[in-house]
């Protein structure tokens, strides 16, 4: 169950309306320095705490905010080697959460305290809040023109402003540099001399940073899909679009081989042009809803989101060829009218997150549409690929002043450990290898052969890899390399996961799914 869980973690990220508290209990409580443990209400097996860390790092002596974190104890007493600080990526992720339902399994549970924390501005820790009205009101649709540019920078603006009068001074202060000084504050409090960190897709930009900031105090620390945070405006659209046409040709590659796939022995290219011009001229009504018509939007983003965190091939293409041929599917359609909301305040850090790490904003339309033509040069099969057009959310965000995308300048001695699918749509292998040429010498790169974002808990190779570094600071050799796992559906052979446990990390999504918050991950 805990590989499957993992994974499901860091694709579950996602806007939430309401916030469970992180309730201990009133029964016995262990200190360590600043952090008081108690057993947690949602399971008692796990203590739970606060840390007081500042607002803002630059005014260590100002106001201060509480840090929700969750502990699982290690198993062995002996084997133990301190404490295993884990973040599931967002930006947004809780790694409360993430400690309340997975183990992370045995070895590491034996060997560390699994120590999870929400970073500032998400979920228990002064979660950035922002009025439902207002992330609702910004664009959906792609920026076409001029005008299109203009509402999407007015939108942009009038968010961050909204969720600053609703959040306070925190809002301006949730950047990677003011997290990574909070992991080194719960290093301290949990009474460790050097750090050990598991950080998962946005976390891996966690864990770069702090080798940057701390190189001394770095023990063992795993970047699992790996964030590049050289990339400007224009590198990140493009960077974005590339491994995301990747994802898209394997797909092609994967079910022209496989004789169980629904489009097995066609040209699957030309089937999915034919499927995109009919979309865009308003001739391809959903089967399971006939009076809606399916865009080019509802193509793409259907066939990104099944080759996220596995990749769907077979579920991909039964669906598109029962949308071809109006064949419904015998599921009911998500309905697509949203009642009038009322006027809530909700979380809301993706945004304020990724635009304070991040300048991707430009100056003008101009601009904008270059960037957006070179992505689509990259991506020829993919029109307006979703994720590099994710540089629009900070178009009219302040721009950001103490963590800006820059390279990496490591000095650690202890190397970091770096691994990454060769084929991820949303961490792409260009930017596990561009991270990789910052660090040189200072961190070593394990390939994962296959498919899909996140690499713990796919296959023995790389969870033995990392367990072993994390253990026992066993680097592996730079340019290890381990065999992918069949895709889903293609063989019973489910990698590392027990037989008591074989379904997939993340179910497949529908082509039209709920309609909701916006949500993005990394």
């Given at each position: 169950m805990r590989r499957k869980m993992i994974r499901r973690l860091v694709a579950g990220v996602a806007v939430g309306v309401v916030l469970a508290p992180l309730a201990p209990l009133s029964a016995s409580a262990s200190r360590t320095d600043d952090v008081q443990w108690m057993p947690c209400e949602q399971?008692?097996?796990?203590?739970?705490?606060?840390?007081?860390?500042?607002?803002?790092?630059?005014?260590?002596?100002?106001?201060?905010?509480?840090?929700?974190?969750?502990?699982?104890?290690?198993?062995?007493?002996?084997?133990?080697?301190?404490?295993?600080?884990?973040?599931?990526?967002?930006?947004?992720?809780?790694?409360?959460?993430?400690?309340?339902?997975?183990?992370?399994?045995?070895?590491l549970h034996r060997?560390?305290?699994?120590?999870?924390?929400?970073p500032r501005g998400v979920r228990r820790s002064s979660p950035i809040m922002c009025s439902l009205d207002r992330i609702a009101a910004l664009p959906s649709g792609h920026i076409k023109t001029a005008s299109n540019f203009a509402q999407m920078v007015a939108?942009?603006?009038?968010?961050?402003?909204?969720?600053?009068?609703?959040?306070?001074?925190?809002?301006?202060?949730?950047?990677?540099?003011?997290?990574?000084?909070?992991?080194?504050?719960?290093?301290?409090?949990?009474?460790?001399?050097?750090?050990?960190?598991?950080?998962?897709?946005?976390?891996?930009?966690?864990?770069?940073?702090?080798?940057?900031?701390?190189?001394?105090r770095v023990r063992a620390v795993v970047a699992d899909s790996v964030m590049d945070h050289s990339q400007d405006a224009r590198g990140f659209a493009v960077t974005q679009a590339a491994t995301g046409q990747d994802s898209f040709d394997e797909f092609v590659a994967g079910c022209s081989r496989l004789p169980q796939c629904a489009l097995y022995g066609r040209d699957i290219r030309q089937f999915w042009h034919?499927?995109?011009?009919?979309?865009?001229?308003g001739e391809l009504p959903d089967p399971d809803d006939l009076s809606y018509r399916i865009t080019q939007r509802d193509l793409v983003t259907f066939v990104m989101n099944n080759l996220n965190y596995e990749p769907y091939w077979l579920y991909i293409a039964e669906v598109l060829e029962q949308v071809d041929a109006g064949r419904p599917s015998g599921a009911a359609a998500a309905e697509e009218t949203v009642a009038e909301q009322p006027a809530l305040v909700v979380p809301f850090a993706y945004q304020a997150v990724l635009c304070?790490?991040?300048?991707?904003?430009?100056?003008?339309?101009?601009?904008?549409r270059s960037i957006q033509d070179d992505a689509q040069q990259?991506?020829?099969?993919?029109?307006?690929?979703?994720?590099?057009?994710?540089?629009?959310?900070?178009?009219?965000w302040p721009t950001p002043?103490?963590?800006p995308q820059q390279r990496i300048d490591p000095t650690n001695e202890t190397k970091l450990l770096f691994t990454n699918s060769l084929h991820d749509p949303a961490t792409g292998y260009n930017w596990a290898l561009g991270a990789a040429d910052q660090f040189g010498d200072h961190a070593a790169l394990l390939t994962y052969e296959g498919w899909g974002h996140i690499v713990f808990g796919r296959v023995d190779c790389a969870d033995e890899a990392v367990e072993a570094y994390l253990i026992d600071q066993i680097v592996p050799a730079d340019g290890t390399r381990c065999a992918a796992a069949p895709p889903p559906?293609?063989?019973?052979?489910?990698?590392?996961?027990?037989?008591?446990?074989?379904?997939?990390?993340?179910?497949?999504?529908?082509?039209?799914?709920?309609?909701?918050?916006?949500?993005?991950?990394?």
């Open positions: 399971e008692a097996s796990v203590l739970c705490g606060t840390l007081e860390v500042p607002v803002d790092w630059a005014d260590p002596g100002g106001p201060t905010i509480g840090l929700a974190l969750a502990k699982r104890p290690a198993t062995g007493s002996v084997e133990r080697r301190g404490s295993l600080i884990v973040n599931p990526g967002g930006p947004g992720g809780s790694g409360v959460d993430s400690v309340l339902r997975t183990d992370y399994g045995d070895e060997h560390f305290d699994i120590v999870g924390f929400d939108a942009s603006r009038a968010l961050a402003d909204d969720c600053r009068a609703h959040t306070g001074p925190l809002f301006d202060h949730v950047d990677t540099l003011q997290v990574v000084q909070d992991i080194d504050a719960i290093r301290a409090a949990v009474g460790d001399e050097k750090l050990n960190f598991l950080g998962m897709s946005y976390g891996t930009l966690m864990a770069q940073q702090y080798a940057e900031m701390f190189p001394d034919r499927l995109l011009d009919r979309a865009i001229r304070q790490d991040w300048n991707l904003a430009v100056n003008d339309f101009t601009a904008w990259v991506a020829p099969d993919l029109p307006h690929p979703p994720r590099a057009s994710v540089g629009a959310l900070c178009l009219g002043a103490n963590n559906g293609t063989t019973s052979a489910r990698g590392r996961r027990p037989a008591q446990d074989p379904g997939p990390t993340a179910p497949p999504v529908p082509l039209r799914g709920e309609p909701g918050l916006p949500t993005w991950l990394f």
